[in-house]
């Protein structure tokens, strides 16, 4: 069975940056696609970033383009998110999902890291 696991999650000052890791294991990532999540607390679970299987399309929602750059690396079977120039209102936890780009297909997640963007 696939399993996610973040990490990288932490305190940073507002204009500060971190990198974020999704390793995976039990399953080969080379034939899901595979993105970043957040919640903040009272929110909805909201989309940030994802990358098709072939890694031929990457997706941004507006409010991260040009802040943070996702990334996949087949051969360690790990995802990442750079983040630069955060915000106090990035503060919120972080989730990895993957999932077969097939309909009905479940998604997989992670369990989540926190970042907390705070002077």
């Known amino acids: 069975q696939l399993k996610l696991v973040e990490s990288g999650g932490g305190l940073v000052q507002p204009g500060g940056s971190l990198r974020l890791s999704c390793a995976a294991s039990?399953?080969?990532?080379?034939?899901?696609?595979v993105g970043w999540f957040r919640q903040a607390p009272g929110k909805e679970r909201e989309p940030i970033s994802c990358?098709?299987?072939?890694?031929?399309?990457?997706n941004y929602a507006d409010f991260v383009k040009g802040r943070f750059t996702m990334s996949r690396d087949n051969a360690k079977n790990t995802m990442y998110l750079q983040m630069n120039g955060l915000k106090p209102e990035d503060t919120a936890v972080y989730y990895c999902?993957?999932?077969?780009?097939?309909?009905?297909?479940?998604?997989?997640w992670g369990q989540g890291t926190q970042v907390t963007v705070s002077s």
């Open positions: 999902n993957a999932r077969i780009e097939i309909s009905g297909a479940p998604n997989y």
């Open positions: 039990g399953v080969a990532l080379d034939h899901y696609g």
């Open positions: 990358i098709s299987s072939s890694g031929a399309s990457t």
